[in-house]
Each structure stands twice: as structure tokens, then as C-alpha cells.
T-cell receptor, first 108, second 114 residues
């Protein structure tokens, strides 16, 4: 079983839509969690860390459910520039495991 | 530019040759990571240094792979006797211990083994 699993998508949504991605992880002892964004043929860049209490950064909201071992990312009012692959990342004692990514296409 | 840099950006080699990649992390970062990414997959953890000490190695890192960070600054990743299956993007990232674990990635070295 993979350490981190994500729906690969693609999610095709119109501008202005709200879209949500989920990610599950296998190790209940995982310590910290992140969402990264990766544009085509570019390096991953941190979008946001995910805290147990949930956290929001503008149009982006991340949630962590430790009991069910899943992480979510909600994007409100999607922009064309949000089109990218979103990577879920789990930290197991300084070994970082990335999901395969969920591809988002925001259409005009 | 004070970001993570990697050299070369692209490398084409023939099967059986050795290749070496270099990563220069953000100067004050004491942690350095190497990852491999293939098409349609997320980055796969290969190894991790804290200062000059190599603290973790993935099972993915076969005997043909070796990484060093001799002075706790730049790092090299060497692949000996390359195979076609080694073709991938090799990404380096750095972070600051106690800095929230945010990793900053370099642009990667794209390797093609013919």
C-alpha cells in the first residue's frame, strides 16, 4: 500500500467553482502534513501546511482528520491560474512522502 | 538568486555511464533532500542530510546511487552504471530545522538514459 494516496483527476471545473481534493495516508504516526502545488515541468512549491485545527489562506482551506487519516484541500472561487497538480505530502520522521498528485484544470 | 540551484538542468547519457548531479541549497538551510520524480508521479524520497550527516536513505536508493554533502553545504548525487529505468527528474530540496519544515525545491535535473 502506498504511503499517500490521491485521486489523480483531472478535475475540470469552470472559473469561479469550488473544488475539493482529498488525500489519505497510511501511517497513523505521521507528524505533519502539507499541500504543494506543481506546475507542468516545474518544481513543487509549498501551498500550505495542514494543521489539526484546520487552516485557511485566502481562497484555500486545508483540513486534517487524524482519526480517518485523511487530508483535504478546498479551493473556492477557482481562477485560471489555479490550474496545476496538487500534491499531498506527509512527514514521517523527516521522510517526506508525496502523493501522485491531483490535476486541476480550471476552464474559462 | 538565493533559491536552491541544481546543475546540470538536463543530462543525456548512455546506459552504463556514471553521472553526477549537484545541488546548492539555500545558504542557511541545514537540511537537504534528494527526490526522484517520474512522469505522472509525485516526488519519491531518496535521501536526506542534516548538515553533513546522511540520516535517511530510501530502499529505492540502490547500491548504484550515492549521495554526499561533505561540508554541510552543497550536495552531490552520483549514479553509477546508469540504466534506462534511471531516467527521471532528480529534485533537490532544502529546509531549515525548526523553520516549519517547509521544503524549497530546486528546478531539478532531468536525466535521460539512452
Amino acid at each position: 500500500r502506498k504511503e499517500v494516496e490521491q485521486d489523480p483527476g483531472p478535475f475540470n471545473v469552470p472559473e469561479g467553482a469550488t473544488v475539493a481534493f482529498n488525500c489519505t495516508y497510511s501511517n497513523s504516526a505521521s507528524q505533519s502534513f502539507f499541500w504543494y502545488r506543481q506546475d507542468c515541468r516545474k518544481e513543487p512549491k509549498l501551498l500550505m501546511s495542514v494543521y489539526s485545527s484546520g487552516n485557511e489562506d485566502g481562497r484555500f482551506t486545508a483540513q486534517l482528520n487524524r482519526a480517518s487519516q485523511y487530508i483535504s484541500l478546498l479551493i473556492r472561487d477557482s481562477k485560471l491560474s489555479d490550474s496545476a497538480t496538487y500534491l499531498c505530502v506527509v512527514n514521517d520522521f523527516n521522510k517526506f512522502y508525496f502523493g501522485s498528485g491531483t490535476k486541476l484544470n480550471v476552464k474559462p | 538568486d538565493t533559491g536552491v540551484s541544481q546543475d546540470p538542468r538536463h543530462k543525456i547519457t548512455k546506459r552504463g555511464q556514471n553521472v553526477t548531479f549537484r545541488c546548492d541549497p539555500i545558504s542557511e538551510h541545514n537540511r537537504l533532500y534528494w527526490y526522484r520524480q517520474t512522469l505522472g508521479q509525485g516526488p519519491e524520497f531518496l535521501t536526506y542530510f542534516q548538515n553533513e550527516a546522511q540520516l535517511e536513505k530510501s530502499r529505492l536508493l540502490s547500491d548504484r546511487f550515492s549521495a554526499e554533502r561533505p561540508k554541510g553545504s552543497f550536495s552531490t548525487l552520483e549514479i553509477q552504471r546508469t540504466e534506462q529505468g534511471d531516467s527521471a527528474m532528480y529534485l533537490c530540496a532544502s529546509s531549515l530545522r525548526g523553520g516549519g519544515e517547509t521544503q524549497y525545491f530546486g528546478p531539478g535535473t532531468r536525466l535521460l538514459v539512452l
